[in-house]
């Protein structure tokens, strides 16, 4: 292994070879019986341990959280080495798509924190690329909306060979760049629910007994499940395309907004069926009244996200309670949070567990530079004020036409910023964070 560490890789790939040791009988060692789950923690918890020895924090295996064998899911790897796994392989068809789902739900069941799976199934299907266009379409924006993005397997992958129009293409891309604006919100997520030995996914259908654990008999009322706390996947499954939803409680919170549209809100108890979703729309929803970190430069052309950016996402603002979010980083993290006042007006506030030098970006709509204006020694106070309306304006925008309010080279352990009333999907953009 050190060879090969030493090339500079960050992590392995191992595989889910563990149950071969069934077809060995009684297996022993060196001690004498070896049993499967003796075995399994020792060839993944090996691999990881001794790269992260050499390698550091940063390194990482992937492999199988809960896969199936023969007629029963098994729990592959120990869940403390997962945090890239995959549920192994599947067939190239919206049936593999379902079963790959039922290991995303064992596999949550089980406590493993962050997984995802083969896009577009691992195994050969048929034709010259392998699966159908709606098929790998579905399956991606799956894997948008799962703590891992991971496309590969047999035939074709490759977006641009499933038409000459570069239709999946462009809505590839799309998603893809989706993920990467998630990855806060991954960070966080996967990093609370590894502290609490739980997943980052929280399936909505009940876990029941038992017999779950036999593939024939596991049948389930839905595949629906949030992504952290605030985020609602309903995956796409059949084709034409078809998803029925009953949007959940969480914590009190009775209302979910379409992630693509902010004038779309559902209360929880209600169940809609959304049908015949056209291939560039995928439904989920994220908790209305909540901050969702986000970052919201990515460029895809450069393949590199812009990591000292981060945007909070607030969609119907909750006028009963603050919404603090822990964001975490590689490096370290923030709190930020938010109140509405007696006036209407928003109370946000940043911090930070050391001195924060960041530049702040407030973009608002709809939103115009007549209505807003910013104080005049941002960047020597612990507290800068935006009043909206007012009418001191032009000289705070870097352009007449532009929606933008930008603070820059602010230093300050607390940062509070004070908006007029904020209509749905107001956006507040902080970069770039540098912790020392």
Not at 61 to 72: H, L, N
Not at 112 to 120: A, K, P, Q, R, W
Not at 324 to 345: C, E, F, I, T
Not at 365 to 381: D, E, G, L, R, W
Request: glycine fraction near 8%; charged fraction near 20%.
């Amino acid at each position: 292994m050190d060879k090969v560490l030493a090339l500079g890789i960050d992590g392995w790939k191992c595989d889910g070879t563990d149950p071969f040791i069934f077809k060995l009988g009684i297996p022993r060692g060196h001690k004498g019986i070896v049993t499967h789950r003796e075995y399994a923690n020792s060839y993944y918890g090996d691999f990881f341990d001794h790269t992260r020895s050499v390698v550091g924090d940063s390194a990482l295996i992937m492999s199988r959280p809960v896969d199936g064998i023969d007629f029963v899911f098994l729990d592959f790897s120990p869940q403390r080495v997962v945090f890239s796994g995959w549920v192994g392989d599947e067939d190239p068809t919206f049936e593999g798509l379902e079963n790959a789902l039922k290991r995303y739900l064992q596999s949550a069941w089980a406590g493993y924190t962050n997984f995802g799976s083969d896009i577009g199934g691992y195994r050969t299907g048929n034709g010259t690329l392998g699966r159908s266009k709606e098929l790998f379409i579905r399956w991606f924006q799956l894997g948008a909306f799962s703590p891992l993005m991971e496309n590969g397997g047999n035939k074709e992958h490759r977006p641009w060979m499933f038409d000459s129009t570069n239709e999946t293409l462009n809505i590839y891309k799309r998603y893809v760049s989706i993920h990467y604006q998630l990855v806060p919100y991954l960070y966080t997520t996967g990093t609370v629910a590894y502290e609490h030995q739980r997943s980052s996914i929280q399936p909505l259908a009940p876990h029941q007994s038992f017999i779950n654990k036999l593939i024939d008999d596991f049948k389930l009322s839905t595949y629906n499940c949030l992504l952290g706390s605030d985020i609602l996947v309903c995956p796409i499954i059949t084709n034409p395309a078809n998803v029925h939803v009953t949007f959940p409680h969480v914590d009190g919170n009775d209302s979910w907004v379409a992630w693509w549209d902010s004038s779309l809100v559902y209360h929880a108890g209600q169940s809609i069926s959304f049908n015949n979703i056209s291939l560039e729309n995928f439904t989920v929803f994220h908790r209305s009244g909540v901050l969702i970190p986000l970052r919201n430069h990515y460029t895809f052309d450069k393949m590199v996200p812009d990591e000292n950016h981060i945007t909070f996402l607030i969609d119907q603002p909750d006028s009963v309670k603050a919404h603090p979010v822990q964001v975490r980083d590689k490096s370290n993290g923030l709190v930020a949070s938010y109140n509405l006042q007696m006036d209407g007006s928003l109370l946000f506030l940043v911090t930070a567990h050391s001195t924060l030098s960041i530049k702040l970006t407030i973009r608002q709509s709809p939103f115009t530079p007549s209505q807003a204006t910013v104080c005049n020694s941002c960047s020597s106070t612990k507290t800068c004020q935006v009043v909206y309306p007012d009418e001191h304006i032009a000289k705070s925008f870097n352009s007449p036409k532009s929606n933008l309010i930008r603070f820059e080279n602010v230093h300050t352990d607390e940062f509070s910023l004070h908006l007029g009333k904020v209509p749905c999907g107001a956006r507040v953009e902080i970069l770039p964070l540098e912790f020392k």
